[in-house]
């Protein structure tokens, strides 16, 4: 059994920064890609950033140059370093791997960004 847990959500004031942390547990093997997505209140989950196999890194539009997903050498871990934030990046933040084939989603890390 797998397991995602996030942390590093927070209160944070506009261009501030945050790191969200993306832990893996369990039977992990087989790695592929592993990224983030959030939702904000009233709208749909969309894609933030996502990191390949390969070490390619996609972003969606409005975090570009704003954010940066990385990944530990285990592979086990995603992170997401986020500055210059806006309000309208507040939301609350999931993160995914796919292990094994299969994909595993965290619960979720709020992130607040308001003066």
């Known amino acids: 059994q797998v397991q995602l847990m996030e942390s590093g959500g927070d209160l944070v004031q506009p261009g501030g920064s945050l790191r969200l942390s993306c832990a893996a547990s369990?039977?992990?093997?087989?790695?592929?890609?592993m990224g983030w997505y959030r939702q904000a209140p009233g709208k749909e989950r969309e894609f933030v950033a996502e990191l390949r196999s390969g070490g390619t890194a996609n972003y969606r539009n409005s975090v570009k140059d704003r954010f940066t997903i990385s990944r530990d050498n285990t592979g086990s871990a995603v992170y997401l370093q986020m500055n210059s934030l806006k309000d309208e990046d507040t939301a609350v933040y999931f993160c995914?791997?796919?292990?094994?084939?299969?994909?595993?989603w965290g619960q979720g890390t709020q992130v607040t960004v308001s003066s």
């Open positions: 995914y791997m796919m292990i094994g084939g299969n994909s595993y």
């Open positions: 369990g039977n992990i093997f087989s790695v592929g890609p």
